[in-house]
């Protein structure tokens, strides 16, 4: 897997929303083997990057649309697919190819924190 370094982001918004997915997304493997742990860094912050950047296609063509005018010299124009469908279609299949990479080495069951976890401990929620 290729690991994109945060600090390459050229947006300082979307590093920072990287970084929060990517430890979103490590509180899932926060009992995971130690010794797969490289492999669920490098992994998780692809999916991470990859997570952002699909919404911010969904943006894209949400604002734009799913078809794009296009003018190719005096006589040539028309409509054609928004490049971001396509994108982000290629995006969702290596997201999901992605995660399913990670699905083994998550945890039997997942680590509860914070309020959420203390109400569901109250009430006995499985």
Request: glycine fraction near 4%; charge should be negative.
């Amino acid at each position: 897997m290729t690991k994109i370094p945060i600090q390459t982001i050229a947006d300082p918004g979307k590093a920072a929303a990287v970084e929060q997915e990517r430890a979103r997304l490590m509180e899932l493997f926060a009992t995971a083997n130690p010794n797969k742990l490289d492999f669920i860094r490098d992994a998780v912050q692809q999916l991470a990057w990859l997570n952002i950047s699909i919404q911010e296609l969904q943006r894209d063509i949400d604002e734009i649309g799913p078809v794009v005018p296009y003018q190719n010299g005096r006589e040539q124009s028309g409509l054609q697919a928004n490049p971001s469908c396509k994108l982000l279609t290629d995006f969702q299949k290596l997201s999901n190819t992605t995660f399913r990479a990670l699905l083994p080495v998550l945890p039997d069951k997942p680590a509860r924190h914070g309020k959420l976890a203390a109400l569901m401990n109250e009430f006995d929620v499985e």
